[in-house]
């Protein structure tokens, strides 16, 4: 109880709240998709501005609490949904008119020091990891994936260099214990070749676990596509990015969308645009010294959005064929689920 009242009292940042706002322009009205609600702290700004409507989405149940609070101040204007983004279809928006779809990809500093959720290597105890409506735990991975399997998801997932030998060392260590997140923080230090770093030698696997349990890629892959369908033309899609995957992801989506290669082959020529969107800004938006200095975290941030140029709803991407081979690493999670399922 007392852990959760810190946590609860502890300032949220909502990272580039000003850029956000400039380009989704709430100031003229219109409904805006949330789909990482966290805090509350895009939604509650947007909601700041009249005429303004959200829906919001979060898989992290923990999140409707203070959804809760701002329901109470607007009823009429708010509604929040507990699931991923990857669902967005399944509140079949496509007759709404969307002005804006915003990602927030990072977490928040209540994630991650929720001792109950584990993301942190300095937890006590069992790994989990899993952010909600999820399939497995990091401790189920790290206990029944073999060490090639353990290893690529070090590798892609992480960039982590000494993947292999920490994957083996995990193997060897659980024949006599099951590991935890001390004894796999302990592994990976003993593993590093390298034992001096900028930042903590565990940082690199704990991001790829939490990436593979959370089928991260997936998620941001089918978010997105499904973000680009239920946007109205002119709508803005907009995506906040913390690491190195996620933004090479975007950023290959939003540049083959505004090629002439994302037209669908079903409409006729006449009626297709020359491009689903229009892409502004070739780099991405960051923070600036200012708000790196109030909130440390923001500093990886980069900031990408598009505006999309008609109202189609059926568009070409190769986005699943690109990044194949990420897609099929977060496949080893089924062999976990299908243990699980056999186990009931």
């Known amino acids: 109880m007392k852990a959760t009242m810190v946590l609860d009292t502890i300032k949220h940042y909502p990272v580039l709240l000003n850029e956000i706002i400039s380009i989704i322009t709430p100031q003229h009205g219109g409904t805006f998709i949330d789909c990482t609600f966290g805090q509350g702290g895009y939604t509650k700004e947007i909601l700041s501005y009249k005429?303004?409507?959200?829906?919001?989405?979060?898989?992290?149940?923990?999140?409707?609490?203070?959804?809760?609070?701002?329901?109470?101040?607007?009823?009429?204007?708010?509604?929040?949904?507990?699931?991923?983004?990857?669902?967005?279809?399944?509140?079949?928006?496509?007759?709404?008119?969307?002005?804006?779809?915003?990602?927030?990809?990072?977490?928040?500093?209540?994630?991650?020091?929720?001792?109950?959720?584990?993301?942190?290597?300095?937890?006590?105890?069992?790994?989990?990891?899993?952010?909600?409506?999820?399939d497995f735990s990091a401790k189920e991975a790290i206990n029944k994936l073999e060490s090639p399997e353990l290893e690529k998801i070090f590798k892609y997932f992480g960039e982590e260099k000494d993947a292999k030998r920490i994957a083996i060392k995990i193997v060897k260590e659980r024949k006599v214990k099951k590991i935890d997140t001390q004894s796999l923080v302990e592994i990976i230090e003993k593993s590093k070749k390298k034992k001096k770093f900028k930042t903590h030698s565990a940082t690199k696997v704990f991001q790829a676990l939490r990436i593979f349990v959370n089928k991260e890629i997936t998620e941001l892959i089918s978010g997105l596509i499904a973000a680009a369908k239920v946007l109205k033309k002119d709508g803005v899609l907009a995506v906040v990015t913390f690491h190195s995957l996620e933004d090479k992801i975007v950023k290959y989506f939003f540049k083959s969308l505004s090629e002439n290669n994302s037209v669908s082959r079903y409409m006729p020529k006449l009626d297709q645009p020359d491009t689903i969107f229009k892409l502004i800004k070739k780099k991405p938006i960051t923070p600036s010294a200012k708000e790196i200095k109030e909130n440390i975290p923001s500093r990886s941030a980069k900031l990408r959005y598009v505006i999309k140029k008609s109202d189609s709803f059926d568009f070409e991407t190769d986005i699943y064929n690109k990044f194949e081979n990420l897609i099929k690493i977060e496949d080893f999670g089924n062999k976990l689920w299908k243990n699980f399922q056999l186990f009931f």
Request: proline residues 1%; charged residues 30%; hydrophobic residues 35%.
């Open 51 to 134: 005429n303004t409507n959200v829906i919001a989405l979060d898989r992290d149940i923990e999140s409707k609490k203070k959804a809760d609070q701002i329901f109470i101040k607007f009823q009429d204007r708010f509604i929040f949904k507990n699931k991923k983004f990857s669902q967005l279809n399944d509140l079949k928006l496509k007759n709404e008119d969307i002005k804006s779809v915003i990602f927030d990809l990072g977490f928040s500093y209540t994630q991650i020091k929720d001792p109950d959720k584990g993301l942190s290597f300095n937890s006590i105890g069992d790994l989990n990891m899993k952010m909600g409506i999820n």
